[in-house]
């Protein structure tokens, strides 16, 4: 494995970037604390009151955040570079339509959070097979599974929207705070099998397969050429990125365009091309837990989900990009 | 000869299927009525049924035509101008920017009418047609670009729609039902408040149909024939936002209408736009209005939404659409 002095860079400044804004977001609340007193407290020290308050209500809500924006960024990373497309993304391609589909179906029947989870893996999954089973002729090829994409995208937007009337309407507010994606509230339980997911996925993909997907970037052709096994590793690439997408989805919502943001961000930083796997998980890291801290602090006495955060940051985005990249001719 | 009349035999056709869907719109609901209660209900004051046909079924009916229609031509013209089979008003994000434009003014500024509905998504659907065709439109375009930058719109858009409704539970409750696309809130005020607009739409899409043709051609072969290409494109484009901008202030976002019947109606009179129009101004309202007494039929006792009903019909077709090869390459 090859590193670019410059990917290093990027990626270690903006896991300090990640570092520093937690610091500030646990210091930060009801009972604010300075970061000398954040960091006694994590190694142990402190009041009990402020071990508490650290590691049972800011601390899981940080790793969530950290985590979420680390899975769908590399997500992100690993769509654009299989579709070969700047605009390959989970929201984009009904991979997390699928996601909310199958947490709406939990509100408007009735269940508990863990539910409600449980049910936004099984959703996201299911979507990908049926993406990938669409898509497929002859391997899964990047155009065809874009529009496949979009148009299943385009059906569960309905069924979504349809759910949503069909749930009284306490639930449906519930409902859309979740569609926006949020981190309040969120404790260990929701943590915990993002870590695990993450924790199993990632080095299969940093490890496993970065190589082989930069050389997937030069064609198939080429690919197989050079030995790599094209249609085994997309599968196993596809179904790394669903993965990962359904479970930060049960952790805080279909938070939108992290997925899309953070690869574009990571990569005009290195200046590097091909798919920057890991510094692109620290600047979506970075990204989420940043955006949650201007969520939570934004507007004084009124607590945003995070989502509508990364949904305007994203939205801006996405348009100057469109216009940039028409103009460079690479969309 | 011979295929003019045909084709002019198919429009009769297709007329008489509308109208028979028609009958079926004003009859089927929560009171199901038999088809010699619809003629009394329409045209007997005294008739029991009067109320409910003329309160309820026959604005709802008018509308579902008047959007369908709209949708259906608004989907022909947009295919025809950008030269892309997968040009759809739902997909590329036009009535998506009608509905962000809506959700603004029934959140912020108080509006809850469909007479102030009406100018915020016409603005609306007046930005995202401009944006979207300079984004994906013009030189060098191919369907999947187009259908990209749609989708990115769409999903900006949607996020911010939600936002709004987060932020402010009363306009939740208003505009989650408006968002699915839905017929059931017509009544008399909001079909003669987008009429005009969705009236004055077809005229310029009519108008447009035969330059369009020569369009077909590339510039250079339009402008020998006496066309002017960018008239036509900014004509076409005016009538793309007052069809989808009306029909989406009365109804809500519906997908797939617009993409759905140009491409069967294209099996039948091939893609001369003097005859693809007509027939979509009929067969449109017929899938909208069929898709909508569908919903009502299948929701019993409540109803099915049309916007969720044309999104699950609409959705295998476009993935067929995609499957035959011309369509899914770059």
């Known amino acids: 494995m090859r590193f670019r002095p410059r990917a290093l860079a990027v990626g270690a400044g903006a896991a300090l970037l990640a570092a520093g804004l937690g610091l500030v977001a646990i210091g930060s609340g009801d009972y604010p604390m300075g970061p000398a007193d954040v960091l006694r407290t994590l190694t142990g020290g402190g009041t009990p009151a402020e071990q508490f308050i650290v590691s049972e209500l800011r601390l899981p809500r940080l790793v969530t955040a950290l985590l979420v924006g680390a899975a769908l960024a590399l997500a992100g990373t690993i769509f654009q570079s299989l579709v070969r497309n700047p605009l390959g993304s989970p929201d984009i391609l009904g991979f997390t339509q699928g996601a909310s589909t199958g947490a709406l179906v939990v509100v408007v029947l009735g269940g508990s959070s863990l539910a409600l989870a449980g049910a936004a893996v099984v959703g996201g999954i299911a979507t990908g097979l049926v993406i990938y089973a669409l898509a497929w002729r002859r391997g899964v090829h990047g155009y065809r599974l874009i529009l496949v994409g979009i148009g299943v995208a385009a059906i569960l937007t309905g069924v979504n929207g349809y759910l949503l009337t069909r749930a009284p309407l306490m639930d449906a507010a519930r409902a859309v705070l979740w569609l926006t994606g949020s981190l309040d509230g969120r404790g260990w339980a929701n943590a915990g099998p993002l870590l695990v997911v993450t924790a199993v996925l990632a080095p299969v993909v940093l490890v496993g397969c970065a190589a082989a997907l930069r050389m997937m970037e030069l064609g198939d052709d080429t690919a197989s050429a050079l030995g790599v096994p094209v249609v085994r590793l997309r599968l196993v690439l596809l179904a790394s990125a669903v993965l990962l997408v359904s479970f930060a989805a049960a952790a805080a919502g279909p938070v939108s365009f992290v997925a899309l943001v953070a690869p574009h961000v990571t990569r005009r930083l290195t200046r590097a091309p091909g798919p920057n796997l890991l510094p692109s998980m620290a600047v979506g890291a970075a990204l989420l837990v940043g955006a949650d801290l201007l969520a939570q602090r934004a507007f004084a006495g009124h607590q945003l989900p995070v989502g509508v955060v990364t949904g305007v940051i994203g939205g801006g985005y996405l348009v100057w990009l469109l216009a940039v990249e028409r103009r460079a001719g690479r969309l | 000869?011979?295929?003019?009349?045909?084709?002019?035999?198919?429009?009769?056709?297709?007329?008489?299927?509308?109208?028979?869907?028609?009958?079926?719109?004003?009859?089927?609901?929560?009171?199901?009525?038999?088809?010699?209660?619809?003629?009394?209900?329409?045209?007997?004051?005294?008739?029991?049924?009067?109320?409910?046909?003329?309160?309820?079924?026959?604005?709802?009916?008018?509308?579902?035509?008047?959007?369908?229609?709209?949708?259906?031509?608004?989907?022909?013209?947009?295919?025809?101008?950008?030269?892309?089979?997968?040009?759809?008003?739902?997909?590329?994000?036009?009535?998506?920017?009608?509905?962000?434009?809506?959700?603004?003014?029934?959140?912020?500024?108080?509006?809850?009418?469909?007479?102030?509905?009406?100018?915020?998504?016409?603005?609306?659907?007046?930005?995202?047609?401009?944006?979207?065709?300079?984004?994906?439109?013009?030189?060098?375009?191919?369907?999947?670009?187009?259908?990209?930058?749609?989708?990115?719109?769409?999903?900006?858009?949607?996020?911010?729609?939600?936002?709004?409704?987060?932020?402010?539970?009363?306009?939740?409750?208003?505009?989650?039902?408006?968002?699915?696309?839905?017929?059931?809130?017509?009544?008399?005020?909001?079909?003669?408040?987008?009429?005009?607009?969705?009236?004055?739409?077809?005229?310029?899409?009519?108008?447009?149909?035969?330059?369009?043709?020569?369009?077909?051609?590339?510039?250079?072969?339009?402008?020998?024939?006496?066309?002017?290409?960018a008239l036509i494109r900014a004509a076409v484009i005016v009538a793309v936002t007052l069809l989808c901008g009306a029909a989406t202030a009365a109804c809500g976002p519906i997908v797939f209408v617009g993409l759905l019947v140009p491409h069967l109606v294209r099996a039948l009179t091939g893609p001369d736009l003097r005859w693809l129009l007509p027939y979509c101004a009929v067969l449109a309202p017929a899938l909208l209005l069929g898709a909508d007494v569908l919903g009502r039929v299948l929701g019993r006792p409540g109803e099915l939404q049309v916007g969720m009903v044309t999104a699950v019909l609409g959705g295998p077709l476009f993935l067929w659409l995609v499957s035959r090869s011309r369509v899914a390459h770059p």
């Open chain 2, 1 to 229: 000869m011979r295929r003019r009349a045909a084709r002019a035999a198919g429009l009769l056709g297709a007329v008489a299927l509308l109208g028979v869907i028609l009958l079926l719109s004003i009859a089927v609901g929560a009171k199901s009525l038999p088809l010699t209660d619809v003629w009394s209900g329409l045209l007997d004051r005294d008739a029991t049924e009067y109320a409910v046909v003329h309160r309820m079924r026959l604005p709802r009916t008018l509308l579902g035509l008047l959007a369908g229609t709209a949708l259906g031509v608004a989907g022909a013209v947009m295919q025809a101008l950008t030269r892309n089979p997968l040009a759809d008003p739902g997909l590329l994000g036009i009535n998506a920017g009608a509905s962000a434009a809506v959700a603004t003014a029934a959140a912020f500024l108080g509006v809850t009418a469909i007479g102030g509905y009406v100018w915020f998504a016409l603005l609306g659907a007046a930005v995202v047609t401009a944006l979207v065709y300079a984004v994906g439109g013009g030189r060098g375009a191919t369907p999947a670009r187009l259908a990209l930058a749609g989708a990115a719109l769409n999903a900006t858009l949607y996020s911010y729609v939600s936002a709004v409704m987060l932020l402010d539970a009363a306009s939740l409750d208003r505009l989650r039902f408006w968002t699915v696309g839905s017929l059931a809130s017509a009544d008399a005020a909001t079909v003669t408040r987008v009429a005009p607009f969705i009236l004055a739409g077809l005229l310029v899409a009519l108008a447009a149909a035969r330059p369009l043709n020569a369009l077909a051609l590339g510039d250079d072969t339009a402008r020998a024939l006496g066309a002017r290409p």
